[in-house]
């Protein structure tokens, strides 16, 4: 259920899910996870519908300028748009920001761990880029867990003013994902 379509582009696939250009179409399904107050509660908030036309635009740009985007994830077993992972860029070449967010009912399934595996398997290839980092929630025990599993390192706390919080910041060199190889993840 992933292939190229005239709606969206595959990036890359596992057995069960699919990375794929957002477009236009995903507007409606992206409420379910951006516009999601349980969804993003510990990511600032949920987002504006009204804004979402504006941020897939700015991931399609992302994508020409750096190679590198934030993605939807499909759930090949149902088409189902079931969360978004990727990178946001900050105008550093060398540096990129991993990213996640799912939909509630896909919460538990392991969609996550796999998808942020294989935006990091697409990493390793990029040209420029050295590093990536992740922040997230201390109260978000699942996204704490994943970025230890794939290999990320504990940073520093710092403050964030789209959350308005401190956060315990990780990264996570592209040289480990070379030497130890994301199928060991």
Not at 63 to 68: D, H, I, K
Not at 87 to 95: I, L, Q, S, V
Not at 114 to 135: F, P, V
Not at 165 to 185: A, W
């Amino acid at each position: 259920m992933c292939k190229k379509s005239n709606e969206f582009t595959v990036i890359a696939e596992t057995k069960r899910i699919c990375l794929v250009n957002l477009e236009e179409s995903h507007i409606e399904p992206l409420n379910l996870i951006w516009g999601d107050e349980s969804v993003m509660k510990l990511c600032g908030g949920a987002s504006d519908f009204s804004k979402f036309h504006k941020t897939i635009q700015a991931y399609s740009e992302q994508q020409l300028n750096y190679g590198l985007s934030v993605y939807g994830v499909m759930d090949k077993k149902t088409g189902e748009l079931v969360g978004t992972a990727g990178f946001n860029w900050y105008g550093d070449p060398t540096e990129t920001e991993l990213i996640y967010h799912f939909r509630k009912k896909s919460w538990g399934l392991g969609f996550a761990f796999e998808a942020a595996s294989l935006c990091l398997e697409i990493a390793k290839n990029h040209s420029s880029l050295l590093r990536i980092s992740a922040s997230v929630d201390s109260r978000n025990a699942a996204s704490l867990r994943i970025l230890e599993k794939l290999g990320f390192r504990f940073k520093a706390i710092q403050w964030f003013e789209d959350t308005q919080q401190e956060e315990p910041t990780f990264e996570l060199l592209i040289n480990d994902i070379k030497s130890k190889g994301m199928e060991e993840m």
